[in-house]
């Protein structure tokens, strides 16, 4: 049961990272995206999506 439930949580961290490297590289693109990054707090997503990874991380290593 255990292992399934980390093998779910793991899965869902890689999409975490894939979700904050592309906000990464949208805050990278800067300039051609200024009217977006103006209306979305792209530093505030990241830093969520940064801080999501951490606890993922910390529960998977609990059930290991």
């Known amino acids: 049961m255990n292992d399934d439930f980390r093998l779910k ?3 869902i961290r890689g999409e975490k990272i894939a979700h ?3 906000l990464l ?3 990278m693109q800067g300039g051609s995206t ?3 990054s103006e ?3 792209l530093d505030g ?3 969520r999506e ?3 990874i951490d606890n993922l991380d ?3 290593a609990r059930l290991s």
């Open 58 to 60: 910390d529960t998977i």
């Open 45 to 47: 997503m990241i830093a």
């Open 9 to 11: 949580l793991i899965k």
């Open 50 to 52: 940064q801080l999501a």
């Open 25 to 27: 590289a949208m805050k």
């Open 34 to 36: 200024k009217a977006v």
């Open 20 to 22: 904050r490297n592309e």
């Open 39 to 41: 209306a979305i707090d």
